[in-house]
Protein backbone atom coordinates (compact mmCIF):
# COMPACT_ATOMS: atom_id res chain seq x y z
CA UNK A 1 0.00 0.00 0.00
CA UNK A 2 1.14 3.50 -0.81
CA UNK A 3 1.89 6.27 1.80
CA UNK A 4 1.91 9.55 -0.03
CA UNK A 5 2.38 13.09 2.45
CA UNK A 6 -0.55 15.63 1.89
CA UNK A 7 0.63 19.55 2.97
CA UNK A 8 -2.35 21.53 4.08
CA UNK A 9 -3.34 24.53 2.40
CA UNK A 10 -2.75 27.01 4.43
CA UNK A 11 0.99 26.09 4.63
CA UNK A 12 1.33 24.60 8.34
CA UNK A 13 2.47 21.70 8.18
CA UNK A 14 1.42 17.98 6.45
CA UNK A 15 0.22 14.40 7.13
CA UNK A 16 0.90 11.28 6.01
CA UNK A 17 -2.06 8.72 4.55
CA UNK A 18 -2.28 5.37 2.97
CA UNK A 19 -3.61 5.44 -0.66
CA UNK A 20 -6.44 2.40 -0.73
CA UNK A 21 -7.72 2.97 -3.96
CA UNK A 22 -7.92 5.63 -7.22
CA UNK A 23 -11.03 5.90 -9.16
CA UNK A 24 -11.81 8.65 -12.08
CA UNK A 25 -15.91 9.54 -12.04
CA UNK A 26 -16.94 11.92 -14.92
CA UNK A 27 -13.62 13.23 -15.41
CA UNK A 28 -12.73 13.97 -12.03
CA UNK A 29 -10.30 11.83 -9.96
CA UNK A 30 -10.69 10.79 -6.80
CA UNK A 31 -8.26 8.92 -3.67
CA UNK A 32 -9.37 6.96 -1.00
CA UNK A 33 -7.00 7.24 1.89
CA UNK A 34 -6.61 5.90 5.69
CA UNK A 35 -4.74 7.04 8.58
CA UNK A 36 -3.38 3.32 8.98
CA UNK A 37 -3.56 0.02 7.70
CA UNK A 38 -5.42 -1.25 10.69
CA UNK A 39 -8.96 -2.42 10.25
CA UNK A 40 -11.07 0.63 11.56
CA UNK A 41 -9.11 3.07 10.23
CA UNK A 42 -10.24 6.57 9.62
CA UNK A 43 -10.69 7.39 5.99
CA UNK A 44 -11.16 10.37 3.58
CA UNK A 45 -12.44 10.91 0.24
CA UNK A 46 -10.31 13.07 -1.62
CA UNK A 47 -11.19 14.56 -4.98
CA UNK A 48 -8.18 16.11 -6.68
CA UNK A 49 -8.97 19.81 -7.63
CA UNK A 50 -10.37 21.87 -10.10
CA UNK A 51 -7.70 23.33 -12.73
CA UNK A 52 -4.60 22.21 -11.69
CA UNK A 53 -1.90 21.53 -14.03
CA UNK A 54 -1.71 17.76 -14.64
CA UNK A 55 0.47 16.05 -11.96
CA UNK A 56 0.39 18.85 -9.59
CA UNK A 57 -1.71 16.79 -7.00
CA UNK A 58 -3.59 18.77 -5.49
CA UNK A 59 -6.76 17.30 -3.81
CA UNK A 60 -9.49 18.68 -1.43
CA UNK A 61 -11.90 16.60 0.71
CA UNK A 62 -14.99 15.56 -0.51
CA UNK A 63 -17.39 17.37 2.03
CA UNK A 64 -20.97 17.28 -0.11
CA UNK A 65 -22.94 14.61 1.28
CA UNK A 66 -24.56 13.23 -2.09
CA UNK A 67 -21.08 13.01 -3.70
CA UNK A 68 -19.37 11.37 -1.19
CA UNK A 69 -22.36 8.84 -0.55
CA UNK A 70 -22.19 8.31 -4.22
CA UNK A 71 -18.21 8.24 -4.72
CA UNK A 72 -18.03 5.57 -1.26
CA UNK A 73 -20.23 3.35 -3.25
CA UNK A 74 -17.85 3.30 -6.10
CA UNK A 75 -14.89 2.43 -3.46
CA UNK A 76 -16.78 -0.15 -1.50
CA UNK A 77 -17.45 -2.06 -5.22
CA UNK A 78 -13.89 -1.49 -6.43
CA UNK A 79 -13.16 -3.09 -2.72
CA UNK A 80 -14.87 -5.83 -2.27
CA UNK A 81 -13.72 -6.21 1.22
CA UNK A 82 -14.09 -2.62 2.67
CA UNK A 83 -17.28 -1.51 3.86
CA UNK A 84 -17.22 2.48 4.32
CA UNK A 85 -19.52 3.49 7.60
CA UNK A 86 -20.28 7.34 7.56
Known amino acids: ?????FAFADGDGEDEFFVLE????????????AD???DDA?????KEA?????GEGVYEVVEDE???LAV???FEE?????????
Open 1 to 5: MEKVK
Open 22 to 33: ETMINGNTYLLV
Open 36 to 38: SEE
Open 42 to 46: ECLIL
Open 50 to 54: AGQAP
Open 66 to 68: TEL
Open 72 to 74: SKV
Open 78 to 86: LLEDVDIEM
